[in-house]
């Protein structure tokens, strides 16, 4: 469904204020940052990372081999996470959120470089940083060992530092010997939230009013001393199991008059064996299914939720949710295509949130939720009689294409949502000499899918981040797909998939690699409509004819069906909802082209 009313663009003269109006409230999105603390020192080891060739600056950094496997970076979006902060700071922006995954695996050492990052932006800029969290922080519940294999080494190596010795069995040809810190161990909330429980997870007097699903006093009674006892941990429990007490950071903050944030902890962790105890972390399911896990035994949940939308209603207040999870489809409703033609474990497709948990955050009457944990920008919406949601997919800084969210509120029940690409990184290509002498390691070494070098050229981060998703295509995600289509798109051109009453396609488009069009349904399905600066018109243009001429195709092969359903899923990609700059009119249910 597509509700867009395209306008003209002055239709934002409303955000013009006179000197005695009060400015918009305007908040920022940072969604997965997943912030790697690359010149981090480790507390409890002389080992100090490997010293850069040409500052001697010493560096914990991930090998490239890494990056180009993951579908997220470690390393540069240290930067790009400056370049972001800077440029919040430079719009005058004074709330910042983070849809969690904030940090990558809520190590100790990035636990604490982030913090070092928003102390220092609070105290220079004044901005309220609010916090939730994400799969990466907490890992799990508990804290646990940890490490990773794949730090870079002297050489080219890979240098595994791992919180405990007997974690990794080394391979003395590829690696150096392990390194042994705490450092790297995955925290837990307890500790996470002793370290970062000023950026929202517990109450700051700051606050107008702070609360959790378990807190007992109203609006009207809070004091700043009844929010700091329902801030302990102890006080924000719920059984996942009988017996099994899990916390649930989820909290309810009014940074400024009149806006209510609801920052939810989505993390839902599901035991493996009942028998176990309780607080050994191993024993615990990743969260990464996100809303799907959730079931009976957080119920009190959406009941707290309806009843935040109701004392909002009462009072005048605004309220946005924000946390890791989707709450609508974020595959543009093509999903269930993608299930048939890749099946239900590829493009994390379990991930996608079954529709009774759309239905249901609009039955508690959250109307606009921020999620991330997709790693691209999207929207969705859907609407139940009287009830709607809209969820905004956030795109993270460590994938392409990189970006944040702000979100201005505005007269008349209406918000402006726009996109913010993080195009120009100031020193994004600073590792390359380190990932130069990776390479060449690599090459020596006879490594049978080393990545491509031409990565290095790079010329800015879009690009850079381009190339990123260009890799895990190729390294990785390309074994998603069928054998038979994946043969013909890694082989024959796009004239290849045209069928009878073919498509009019230049001959220049027509003999383009089908391969590029694969490259472009990814850069599409990641980036949305701010995709389209990296693939010519002409080639969009061809895509949509490719589609009309098949959707007239009554398939009989096996192969035939795939094709079919390839560009059905990509037409339903570039007719999306909005997702760079536009309105949400609450009024009636609007999504309004911006620009």
Known sequence: MNRVLPVLFLCLCFLACSETEKEPIRIAFLADVHLTNIYGTLSDSEFRGIPHPSTGEHMLIRTMSAQLRSTRIFNENYFAFISALDDIAERGIKIVAFPGDYTDDGQPINIRGLKGILEEYEQKYNIQFLITTGNHDPVRPFTQDAGKRDFLGEGGKNQPIFSTPDAYVIHPETDHPVIVSGDVSELGYKDIITELGRFGYTAQREYLYWSTPFSEYEPATYSYEKGVLASALSNRVYAVKDGVLIPDATYLVEPIEGLWLVAIDGNIYIPKDDNEVVSNPANYKSPGLGYNNFSDNKAYFMNWLKEVSEQADDLGKIVIAFSHYPAVDFNDDASPILKNLLGESKWQLERVPAERIAKSFADAGINLHIAGHMHINDTGIRIYDDKSIVNIQTPSLAAYRPGYKILTLLEENRVLVETVTIDSVPG???????????????????????????????????????????????????????????????????????????????????????????????????????????????????????????????????????????????????????ADSFIIDFSTDELILAR
């Open 428 to 578: 994004f290509n600073q590792l390359f000499p380190l990932y130069e002498m990776e390479y060449d390691f690599l090459l020596k070494t006879n490594d049978s899918a080393p990545w491509k070098r031409d990565v290095l050229e790079s010329k800015n981060y879009h690009n850079f981040m381009l190339w990123h998703l260009k890799e895990v295509v190729r390294l990785r995600f390309i074994n998603d797909w069928p054998e038979q289509i994946r043969n013909i798109l890694l082989t024959e051109y796009i004239q290849d998939f045209t069928k009878s009453g073919k498509p009019a396609l230049s001959s220049e488009i027509a003999q383009t690699s089908a391969y590029e069009m694969l490259l472009d349904m990814y850069k599409i399905r990641n980036a949305d409509v701010l995709a389209f600066k990296d693939i010519p018109d002409e080639r969009i243009e061809a895509y949509k004819k490719l589609h009309d001429t098949w959707k007239g195709v009554e398939p009989v092969t096996p192969l035939e069906i795939q094709i079919k359903q390839f560009f059905e899923v990509l037409n339903a990609f570039l007719n999306g909802e909005p």
